[in-house]
């Protein structure tokens, strides 16, 4: 038991690194279009929850931080296409009843909406690709983000080095 109460100090205490304080200030009110990580995915209960949780990456690498930040890879991504003939690149979220929510990314931030589940069709990805945007961020900004998501997520205070993620 005292093994967590030690894990939790660092975010209780109050004390963080400066690295993780702008790391999470790239995250969540970065000025440079799309480049703002919290307008779709969510971590310390802020942020846009549309894309996967990033607090996951927390134990990987550096440099595997960095390749999953900056792909494109668009897995969880589908077209959805409602009954009124819209179509949208979407996420899909939690299922209710009869009703299943989408997270429609052709906005940033990505749009939540609600369907019934009869009423939406879902097929393949071609067009929607992550924010290219992303690979904007310096080697310095992204080192202080994937400061931020290790210590958001496991407390792990330890100073990620540009040279880290180049």
């Known amino acids: 038991m005292r093994w967590i109460i030690l894990l939790l100090v660092p975010v209780v205490s109050g004390q963080e690194p400066a690295q993780v304080a702008r790391g999470r200030k790239v995250f969540f009110e970065s000025e440079a279009a799309g480049t703002r990580c919290g307008n779709c995915h969510a971590i310390e209960k802020k942020g846009t929850p549309a894309g996967p949780d990033l607090g996951r990456l927390a134990m990987l690498n550096p440099r595997a931080i960095k390749m999953a930040v900056l792909s494109t890879a668009t897995q969880y991504v589908v077209s959805a296409k409602l009954k009124t003939g819209a179509t949208f690149p979407a996420m899909k979220g939690a299922e209710e009843g009869a009703e299943v929510q989408l997270f429609d990314l052709s906005n940033n931030p ?18 929607w690709k992550h924010p290219p ?27 990620i080095r540009p040279e880290d993620v180049e």
């Open 110 to 127: 990505p749009e939540l909406k609600k369907v019934p589940k009869a009423d939406v069709e879902y097929q393949p990805n071609t067009t």
């Open 133 to 159: 945007e992303s690979t904007r961020l310096t080697a310095p900004q992204l080192a202080d983000v994937i400061a931020f998501l290790r210590f958001a997520s496991t407390g792990d205070k330890k100073t």
